[in-house]
């Protein structure tokens, strides 16, 4: 930690300081061989199959803004750090910190919003709590899920990408920035006219496709707070191989990239909800490409580079004018509380 | 997607590329002195592009990194004074002052908040009327005309709970003291929005007096690489000048509603840089009309006392294009964004950001 006695913003903003935080404390003190794999969800061996189990908490500021609101974002939230460690989400739990005052219609929509999204990528939410706070002590709602999912073994090691070999393609199921920038413009009712609409989307279906259908899936990572580029980073970091991707091949709607250049944001470290990373092997990229194509939420998808034997530890882009530049993890936060 | 496509477009890159690279005999150091060139220049990786003998230096172009820490401590001492709001722009709540950041005073309960618009602090001043609300200023010639106006609407409404702590600065008096200080370069990247808002006229005076280049530059990769071939082309055959590359914005009389008003509320005063120290004449403080909006004169700074710059950071010399980032000690071990020692690590323009970001 920087040697300081209080949390910052900045060591919620899924960036260094957030992994420092992380590792110094969390780790330091809860720590086992399962919680230090640092993997988006823990996996546990159980007689027969794997077990996955995760947790997040939600504190989007708006509660609603165009594309999702935070019960869907939870839900999703927690199916997807499932899915993307190769698992088959079934049972959530949802903690609700209410602040005194809240409005219950608004309250009913959320959960509403949390049941549909729960349903359409059948998973179960089978227990919960609620707790209401004084006025002023949260900030209108919080709301805490934790998920259990089944893995098979074959599948245990997507998460930490074990696997990874310099040739592996990087592949990504869309256009990134939306969900961050959606929020933005919610949260400051900033008028400024285009249409931006957060990809908060649950992706175990898809991922689920996937991993029945091909073998050579090294790894999986959704691109949340930090961006794209924060996963890549962090994809080498202290591993043998480098990462190259191609500007040119990262897909970013019209819209969030005029907003983007407006204020300012570089889209790589904008936060997405809907957005898988995939390390593949080169013989089954293909098949991964054509099984997304046919999906909703992966019809956009594109190979954005790969993974090389040269400058280990670093990714390097291939800028769209042809010249080279490294991308670090988030310093610091882009956004406040974008999930 | 238009108006940014086309400045990304390889078929006018390359002939840039190949025309630079045709003409460019001499080793050159050109110097930018714009935080948003500074960084265009790493995130578009314009040095991997360039011949050898080219270079580009970072000059002084990062508010942020220029401020004097003892604004920052002024900032963090009204900050804990009971009934003060102090808003500001983003990068400023993590530069170190002497002990602490304006970050760390929010986390420990102050009234920190990060506005967008100077305008934002005027209206936290009539929603909070018992509040002193006081706006951080700097920068250079693109935000003081908001700030300006600001303070005009501020007197027009006799609102007297909203005062204006200022560093802003102009540019040219430091571009000068970088040629007095011996600092060897070939021309100038001029700023491009703040050429918007004063036009080019002010840089005359380093081309007339100094035989320097001077070409105001726009922000995309295909400005940038046509600015850098003009400079080329001024070096190679011996006629210093003074261009115009970013034309679709900067106007020769530059904006005359922004200078106006800049001149009805500012006036030039001596004023401190990072790396520099004293420039005469190259700040911009509140005229006599306008003082009883000045932070000091609500506030008295006696008791916060002027700060050692740290020792073994070399901002400085970085920010005056002797030494690059990855020639500091500190730079990537002690001195990262996460944990920035110097300004130059803290504000996303800055120098030591920009190659820790994107060079490796």
């Given at each position: 930690m920087t040697g300081d006695n209080q949390i910052l913003l900045d060591h919620g903003s899924g960036g260094r300081l957030s992994r420092e935080l992380t590792v110094n404390l969390f780790f330091k003190h809860f720590g086992n061989n399962i919680l230090s794999a640092a993997t988006d969800s823990a996996v546990v061996p159980t007689p027969g199959e794997?077990?996955?189990?995760?947790?997040?908490?939600?504190?989007?500021?708006?509660?609603?803004?165009?594309?999702?609101?935070?019960?869907?974002?939870?839900?999703?939230?927690?199916v997807n750090d499932l899915a993307v460690s190769g698992a088959t989400p079934l049972y959530l739990s949802a903690g609700f910190i209410i602040e005194e005052g809240f409005l219950l219609d608004d309250l009913k929509k959320i959960v509403r919003s949390m049941a549909d999204t729960a349903r359409s990528c059948g998973v179960k939410i089978v227990t919960g709590d609620t707790k209401v706070v004084n006025r002023g002590h949260c900030d209108k709602l919080f709301i805490n899920t934790s998920g259990v999912g089944l893995l098979k073994s074959s599948h245990k090691n997507i998460g930490s990408g074990k696997g990874i070999k310099p040739g592996d393609k990087i592949i990504i199921n869309g256009g990134i920035a939306s969900h961050g920038m959606a929020v933005m413009i919610a949260r400051n009712e900033l008028n400024v006219g285009g249409n931006v609409i957060s990809d908060c989307a649950p992706l175990s279906g898809l991922t689920g496709q996937i991993l029945k259908a091909t073998s050579g899936i090294k790894f999986m990572r959704d691109a949340t707070r930090g961006?794209?580029?924060?996963?890549?980073?962090?994809?080498?970091?202290?591993?043998?191989?480098?990462?190259?991707?191609?500007?040119?091949?990262?897909?970013?709607?019209?819209?969030?990239?005029?907003?983007?250049?407006?204020?300012?944001?570089?889209?790589?470290?904008?936060?997405?909800?809907?957005?898988?990373?995939?390390?593949?092997?080169?013989?089954?990229?293909?098949?991964?490409i054509n099984i997304m194509k046919?999906?909703?939420?992966?019809?956009?998808?594109?190979?954005?580079?790969?993974?090389?034997?040269?400058?280990?530890?670093?990714?390097?882009?291939?800028?769209?004018?042809?010249?080279?530049?490294?991308i670090d993890m988030l310093a610091g936060s882009q956004l406040p509380r974008i999930c | 997607m238009r108006f940014i496509d086309e400045y990304y477009d390889t078929s006018l890159i390359e002939p840039l590329l190949r025309s630079i690279k045709k003409i460019s005999k001499?080793?050159?150091?050109?110097?930018?002195?714009?935080?948003?060139?500074?960084?265009?220049?790493?995130?578009?990786?314009?040095?991997?592009?360039?011949?050898?003998?080219?270079?580009?230096?970072?000059?002084?172009?990062?508010?942020?990194?220029?401020?004097?820490?003892?604004?920052?401590?002024?900032?963090?001492?009204?900050?804990?004074?009971?009934?003060?709001?102090?808003?500001?722009?983003?990068?400023?709540?993590?530069?170190?002052?002497?002990?602490?950041t304006l970050e760390k005073e929010k986390a420990n309960g102050a009234d920190i908040r990060i506005v967008y618009s100077p305008l934002d602090a005027l209206a936290l001043a009539k929603e909070f009327p018992e509040k002193n609300i006081i706006f951080l200023g700097i920068g250079f010639e693109t935000t003081s005309p908001a700030?300006?106006?600001?303070?005009?609407?501020?007197?027009?409404?006799?609102?007297?709970?909203?005062?204006?702590?200022?560093?802003?600065?102009?540019?040219?008096?430091?571009?000068?003291?970088?040629?007095?200080?011996?600092?060897?370069?070939?021309?100038?990247?001029?700023?491009?929005?703040?050429?918007?808002?004063?036009?080019?006229?002010?840089?005359?005076?380093?081309?007339?007096?100094?035989?320097?280049?001077?070409?105001?530059?726009?922000?995309?990769?295909?400005?940038?690489?046509?600015?850098?071939?003009?400079?080329?082309?001024?070096?190679?055959?011996g006629k210093p000048k003074l261009e115009i590359q970013y034309k679709r914005a900067v106007k020769p009389d530059g904006n005359l509603k922004a200078k106006k008003i800049m001149a009805e509320v500012f006036e030039t005063c001596d004023d401190w840089w990072r790396g520099f120290g004293i420039i005469p004449e190259s700040g911009l403080s509140l005229n006599?009309?306008?003082?009883?909006?000045?932070?000091?004169?609500?506030?008295?700074?006696?008791?916060?006392?002027?700060?050692?710059?740290?020792?073994?950071?070399?901002?400085?010399?970085?920010?005056?294009?002797?030494?690059?980032?990855?020639?500091?000690l500190l730079f990537r071990i002690k001195c990262n964004p996460g944990n920035p020692v110097g300004a130059c690590m803290v504000s996303s323009e800055g120098a030591c950001h920009a190659y820790y970001k994107y060079q490796g």
């Open positions: 794997h077990l996955a189990f995760t947790t997040d908490s939600f504190v989007v500021d708006p509660l609603f803004f165009p594309g999702g609101d935070i019960g869907k974002l939870a839900v999703c939230g927690t961006g794209l580029a924060t996963v890549l980073s962090e994809l080498c970091e202290n591993r043998k191989f480098g990462i190259e991707v191609a500007e040119e091949a990262i897909k970013i709607d019209d819209n969030v990239r005029g907003i983007c250049e407006f204020f300012g944001f570089d889209p790589l470290y904008v936060a997405n909800e809907g957005k898988v990373v995939m390390v593949v092997a080169p013989e089954k990229a293909g098949s991964v046919s999906h909703k939420y992966g019809h956009d998808v594109s190979v954005i580079g790969e993974v090389v034997e040269k400058h280990p530890g670093k990714t390097i882009l291939k800028t769209k004018i042809g010249g080279s530049r490294m | 001499k080793e050159v150091r050109f110097m930018e002195v714009c935080g948003g060139h500074t960084m265009a220049i790493r995130k578009f990786g314009l040095p991997s592009l360039l011949p050898e003998n080219i270079r580009l230096l970072s000059g002084p172009g990062c508010p942020v990194c220029v401020t004097d820490r003892w604004f920052i401590d002024k900032a963090i001492a009204l900050a804990r004074m009971p009934g003060n709001i102090i808003t500001t722009f983003g990068d400023l709540v993590r530069v170190p002052g002497s002990s602490s700030v300006a106006v600001t303070v005009a609407n501020a007197k027009k409404e006799h609102l007297t709970n909203f005062s204006l702590l200022s560093s802003h600065k102009i540019m040219p008096p430091a571009m000068k003291a970088i040629i007095h200080e011996g600092i060897k370069i070939d021309g100038y990247i001029c700023p491009g929005h703040v050429s918007t808002i004063t036009g080019p006229e002010m840089y005359r005076e380093i081309v007339g007096k100094y035989g320097l280049g001077c070409v105001i530059s726009g922000f995309e990769p295909t400005d940038l690489l046509q600015t850098i071939l003009m400079l080329v082309d001024q070096v190679e055959s006599k009309k306008y003082k009883p909006f000045d932070a000091g004169e609500f506030f008295n700074f006696n008791e916060v006392p002027k700060p050692e710059e740290d020792k073994a950071c070399i901002c400085g010399e970085i920010l005056k294009g002797l030494k690059t980032p990855a020639e500091c």
